[in-house]
């Protein structure tokens, strides 16, 4: 994939195909489970734009996370049509005027994609977040090597925290728990998102943790808990904790944290790991003040992550629902004839 601010479309991937393309990097992580973007497509170029309906007001009033999640479903989609050997040109914020329009896409034909870019589209339909305790990582060194390398272009720094760390971050997600447990409004968006509509969106009670396991995970958002389950009883979290930062704090640097997260969440499936990230830190800026103390570089920390290894005795959870292709995608005309 390249960046060019020139578009010069010569050609473009029809209709069937750009649905199939959305439809697979529909798969994106949001936060919540919001799938908070729609997209339009001309026949020439195809636009992102963020939904704004589906802000997290209390947790994300900014629009911080809102702006990630598109920017991960933004990298999806670029994977997905490389992988179908289409290169895309992006143009992101390509319209001041227009700040709810968050990217353009152009095409060009790509006989050969990087193997890396095919093994990473391949992982789209196994990726989960995955909220139980994890084993420590094998091979992590070397896909901290290449996540970095995906993670650069955007300007994302990957922080790895060593083993001291580990306390401090669970005692700021115990505060960050203590102070949201009384935010009416904070607590009623949560519940409304783990609760309702369970087919398209939100997410589903078996992606969350019991009680008892929870326990096993200090590092971790606090969700409203599911009937009592037990799996994996017997192990401690020892998963890697990964921090991603960005240079700046603005519109674009959120779409670029989306990107690279959507890179390394993807290169860690491909390696085999199971992965988790987490903003409920970020999203503090007391708690984010204690996530800054812990990183090597000077960046603004986004995204927490959770790296580790699943035990293969589980089978894995099943995947969470997405909205159909035809609620997030907008055809417009001349395309939109062809539909008749
Ligand atoms: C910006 C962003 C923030 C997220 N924050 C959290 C979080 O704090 N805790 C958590 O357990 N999951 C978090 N997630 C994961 C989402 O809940 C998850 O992607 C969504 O429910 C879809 O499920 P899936 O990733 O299994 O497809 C976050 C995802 C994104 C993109």
Same mark, same amino acid.
């Given at each position: 994939m #390249?960046?060019?601010?020139?578009?010069?479309?010569?050609?473009?991937?029809d209709?069937p195909?750009?649905r199939l393309?959305?439809q697979?990097?529909?798969?994106?992580p949001?936060?919540?489970?919001?799938?908070?973007?729609?997209?339009?497509?001309?026949?020439?170029?195809?636009?992102l734009?963020?939904?704004?309906?589906?802000?997290?007001?209390?947790a994300?009033?900014?629009g911080?996370?809102?702006?990630i999640?598109?920017?991960?479903?933004?990298?999806?989609?670029r994977?997905v049509?490389?992988?179908?050997?289409w290169?895309?040109?992006?143009?992101?914020?390509?319209?001041?005027?227009?700040?709810?329009?968050?990217?353009?896409?152009?095409?060009?034909?790509?006989?050969?994609?990087? *193997?890396g870019?095919?093994a990473?589209?391949?992982?789209?339909?196994?990726?989960?977040?995955?909220?139980?305790?994890?084993?420590?990582?094998p091979?992590?060194?070397?896909?901290?090597r290449?996540?970095r #390398?995906l993670? @650069?272009?955007?300007e994302?720094?990957l922080?790895?925290?060593?083993d001291?760390?580990?306390?401090?971050l669970?005692?700021?997600s115990? *505060?960050?728990?203590?102070?949201?447990?009384?935010?009416v409004?904070?607590?009623?968006?949560?519940?409304?998102?783990?609760?309702?509509?369970p087919?398209?969106?939100?997410?589903?009670?078996?992606?969350?943790?019991s009680?008892?396991?929870?326990?096993?995970?200090?590092?971790?958002r606090?969700?409203?808990?599911p009937p009592?389950?037990q799996?994996?009883?017997d192990i401690?979290?020892?998963?890697?904790?990964v921090?991603?930062?960005?240079?700046?704090n603005?519109?674009?640097?959120?779409?670029?944290?989306? *990107?690279?997260?959507?890179?390394v969440?993807?290169?860690c499936?491909?390696?085999?790991?199971?992965?988790?990230a987490?903003?409920h830190?970020?999203?503090?800026?007391?708690?984010?003040?204690?996530? *800054?103390?812990?990183?090597v570089?000077?960046g603004?920390?986004?995204?927490l992550?959770?790296v580790?290894?699943?035990?293969?005795?589980?089978? @894995?959870?099943?995947?969470t629902?997405?909205?159909?292709?035809?609620?997030i995608?907008?055809?417009?005309?001349? #395309?939109?004839?062809?539909m008749?």
């Amino acid at each position: 994939m #390249m960046d060019s601010t020139a578009h010069v479309a010569i050609s473009a991937p029809d209709l069937p195909t750009v649905r199939l393309a959305l439809q697979r990097a529909g798969r994106a992580p949001s936060i919540h489970n919001t799938q908070p973007w729609r997209w339009e497509f001309d026949g020439t170029s195809l636009c992102l734009y963020r939904d704004n309906d589906r802000l997290l007001t209390a947790a994300d009033p900014t629009g911080r996370q809102l702006v990630i999640s598109c920017g991960a479903m933004l990298h999806h989609v670029r994977t997905v049509l490389a992988a179908g050997r289409w290169r895309t040109d992006l143009e992101r914020v390509p319209d001041p005027g227009r700040p709810d329009l968050l990217a353009r896409l152009t095409f060009r034909r790509w006989a050969d994609p990087p *193997e890396g870019i095919m093994a990473r589209a391949a992982a789209i339909e196994a990726r989960r977040t995955d909220r139980l305790p994890l084993a420590a990582p094998p091979g992590f060194e070397e896909v901290v090597r290449s996540a970095r #390398m995906l993670a @650069s272009p955007h300007e994302i720094e990957l922080d790895v925290l060593d083993d001291r760390a580990r306390p401090l971050l669970a005692e700021a997600s115990r *505060e960050a728990g203590a102070k949201r447990r009384y935010d009416v409004d904070y607590q009623a968006e949560l519940h409304w998102w783990t609760g309702h509509s369970p087919d398209r969106e939100g997410i589903p009670r078996t992606a969350l943790p019991s009680g008892a396991e929870a326990v096993h995970v200090p590092v971790a958002r606090t969700f409203p808990t599911p009937p009592h389950s037990q799996r994996r009883g017997d192990i401690d979290d020892h998963a890697k904790l990964v921090v991603l930062s960005s240079a700046g704090n603005s519109l674009t640097d959120w779409l670029h944290v989306g *990107e690279a997260l959507s890179a390394v969440l993807l290169e860690c499936t491909r390696a085999g790991l199971a992965t988790c990230a987490l903003t409920h830190i970020t999203e503090l800026a007391g708690a984010r003040r204690s996530l *800054e103390g812990l990183t090597v570089c000077d960046g603004v920390p986004q995204v927490l992550l959770r790296v580790g290894a699943a035990p293969a005795d589980l089978t @894995s959870a099943p995947p969470t629902p997405r909205r159909p292709v035809g609620e997030i995608l907008t055809v417009l005309p001349p #395309m939109a004839r062809d539909m008749d």
